[in-house]
């Protein structure tokens, strides 16, 4: 089982370019949430999906967008790529989004922008 | 916004010891989950209570969630290498999404 997972693994940018992190699963989940985390800042949530077609800001959603064109893919996009968004970002997806069910993560994607 | 205090940030330990670690906060949340992280990889669900006062055991992992749901605790009994890792907690407070703690880095020493 492949669960969740996350393309690329790692990236380098310059400050300015863009960029697209794919976030695919596997197991029919409706929910899927952008995370990232950073060295003493914990997990901080970015944008969320509950359904194909359906996406919600969460904590720190600005500088990303987001798409839910189909239910097993989510989009994280970088526009005008900053130093500020150098960090490791983890996608999650849930069967719904309900505190009993597990979030369940990929790997991370480890972006660095010079 | 719904902030969880873990601590302590970081703890070491000997192979054998037991130790307790602690997510706090001032809300109330509807459950509660702990996930472990290892180095490269996501975090991965350990357990999630529900109840207030509930106690549920994995092994030798022991999680207690609050009679108030405010707070929950980890204890580790006779640490193993294996048990390293970064243990998050996170809240259900509702909005669809879970609020997580920093974290408590565990290093279990051979």
New interface residues.
Partial sequence: NAG?TQTPKFRVLKTGQSMTLLCAQDMNHE?M?W?RQDP??????IH?S?GEGTT?K??VPDGYNVSRLKKQNFLLGLESAAPSQTSVY?C?SSYV????Q???????TRLSIL | TQLLEQSPQFLSIQEGENLTVYCNSSSVFSSLQWYRQEPGEGPVLLVTVVTGGEVKKLKRLTFQFGDARKDSSLHITAAQPGDTGLYLCAGWGGNNRLAFGKGNQVVVIP
């Fill in positions: 969740v929910y949430y995370y003493g800042m914990g997990l901080r949530l969320y509950v919600a969460g904590e983890f999650a989004g309900l505190g009993i597990p979030q369940h993560f990929g790997d991370g």
